[in-house]
């Protein structure tokens, strides 16, 4: 079955230091790769995709995502922490093999910036 | 910038009621999905639609219902309320061709009491 796993629940780190929020799956095929961040009591927003090309994507506020095609994994990064970065972070990816290209998503992960 | 409109932020409703909730995109976006998101479990999609009148079901159908008259709405409806449907309810939308990312709403909080 295809599917997403992040493995934490949550991270923590401390306000300028480095962050990485953990991603792998599981799909036949090429994947296409995705990252949300959802503030509290708000909708999901669109971070960064990866779709082909580069293996370091950069998007919104800073953060960039490293896609690791022989470990599956879309590692989310960012090498200043701020404290406005603490939110719920989703990893997706589109479901293959069928013609709806559905999105796949992971269990969150609640990131904390200590100040 | 695709706005994804969601027409209650939160709602209470009795166990038994019909529940409408709907969702309104303004870009013109042929997909549209309802999903469901509760702590521990992520998002689960609920329907999709990817043209008018057209529905398919997700991953979590049962006890729901969907309406698509028009391409730029897409109703969510719950038969008969229930306890166990009080959850965060997310709306969103994708044009076709290979943008794959989908645009959110902010959310309808239902309680069911």
């Known amino acids: 079955a295809q599917s997403v796993a992040q493995p934490e629940d949550q991270v923590n780190v401390a306000e300028g230091n480095p962050l990485t929020v953990k991603c792998t799956y599981s799909?036949?095929?090429?994947?296409?790769l995705f990252w949300y961040v959802q503030y509290p009591n708000r909708g999901l927003q669109f971070l960064l995709k990866y779709i082909t090309g580069d293996n370091l994507v950069k998007g919104s506020y800073g953060f960039e995502a490293e896609f690791n095609k022989s470990q599956t994994s879309f590692h989310l990064k960012k090498p200043s922490a701020l404290v406005s970065d603490s939110a719920l972070y989703f990893c997706?990816?589109?479901?293959?093999?069928?013609?709806?290209?559905?999105?796949?998503f992971g269990t969150g992960t609640l990131l904390a910036v200590q100040p | 910038d695709v706005k994804v409109t969601q027409s209650s932020r939160y709602l209470v409703k009795r166990t038994g009621e019909k529940v409408f909730l709907e969702c309104v995109q303004d870009?013109?976006?042929?997909?549209m999905f309802w999903y469901r998101q509760d702590p521990g479990l992520g998002l689960r999609l609920i329907y999709f639609?990817?043209?008018?009148?057209?529905?398919e079901k997700g991953d979590i159908p049962e006890g729901y219902s969907v309406s698509r008259e028009k391409k730029e709405r897409f109703s969510l409806i719950l038969e008969s309320a229930s306890t166990n449907q009080t959850s965060m309810y997310l709306c969103?939308?994708?044009?076709?061709?290979?943008?794959?990312?989908?645009?959110f709403g902010p959310g309808t909080r239902l309680t069911v009491t």
């Open positions: 870009m013109d976006h042929e997909n």
């Open positions: 639609s990817y043209d008018v009148k057209m529905k």
């Open positions: 799909v036949s095929g090429n994947p296409y």
């Open positions: 969103a939308s994708r044009a076709s061709g290979r943008s794959y990312e989908q645009y």
């Open positions: 997706a990816v589109r479901e293959t093999g069928g013609a709806t290209n559905k999105l796949i």
